[in-house]
């Protein structure tokens, strides 16, 4: 499975477009690029995955780069409730999706 | 649509005394995983289940930590005995996990996690 690396934390004030990059230089063919968020004492949750290109839903978009050996979460016009920490996963189907947690990204969004 | 349970929210134990989670996942999903995630890291993968199989248990300390999966419903994580390290959150999460490959057939849903605090 590839790594993946991501900043640690990243500060940020309401209503600006907050972008995390996330650099997976092993990805493999296969492999398809996910984000999840984490609120404290909750679960992760998915926000959006993507293999290429560009993808958009209702709360961020994901971009990928050619060589997808890196890709970018954006969070248009954060608010407070969008800090929490957010992660990059780089996994594929093989008997099963797999996929490994990183450390992720710690998201502060200030008044 | 019901999300996954998880029993109990809270643990406390002693070193050495054993301890079992339960997880009940969303009806219809073929893969079931538990993590561990200590204060301040990502979730880390103990095991996988695809249905009743186990896809993947690299990560599970198989000395103290057992899981099963009957039926290929809910699910069990027990540790025996316990060690001050295993102190953590205890997540399980649930997939639809069948081809082809798209959110909604990957998208992991998490319960809500067993705090477990070992003394």
């Known amino acids: 499975l590839a790594k993946t690396t991501q900043p640690i934390s990243m500060d940020s004030y309401e209503g600006q477009e907050v972008n995390i990059t996330c650099s997976h230089n092993n990805i493999a063919t296969n492999d398809y690029i996910t984000w999840y968020q984490q609120f404290p004492s909750q679960g992760p949750r998915f926000i959006i995955q993507?293999?290429?290109t560009k993808v958009t839903n209702e709360v961020a978009s994901l971009f990928i780069p050619a060589d997808r050996k890196s890709s970018t979460l954006s969070l248009p016009r954060v608010s407070l409730s969008d800090t929490a920490v957010y992660y990059c996963?780089?996994?594929?189907?093989?008997?099963?999706?797999?996929?490994?947690f990183g450390a992720g990204t710690r998201l502060f969004v200030k008044a | 649509e019901a999300g996954v349970a998880q029993s109990p929210r809270y643990k406390i134990i002693e070193k050495r005394q054993s301890v079992a989670f339960w997880c009940n996942p969303i009806s219809g999903h073929a893969t079931l995983y538990w993590y561990q995630q200590i204060l301040g890291q990502g979730p880390k993968l103990l095991i996988q289940f695809q249905n009743n199989g186990v896809v993947d248990d690299s990560q599970l300390p198989k000395d103290r930590f057992s899981a099963e999966r009957l039926k290929g419903v809910d699910s069990t994580l027990k540790i025996q005995p316990a060690k001050l390290e295993d102190s953590a959150v205890y997540l399980c999460a649930s997939s639809l996990g069948k081809r082809p490959i798209d959110r909604g057939h990957n998208e992991q849903f998490f319960g809500p996690g067993t705090r477990l605090t070992v003394l």
């Open positions: 993507g293999y290429k």
């Open positions: 996963l780089v996994g594929g189907y093989t008997g099963g999706f797999k996929t490994i």
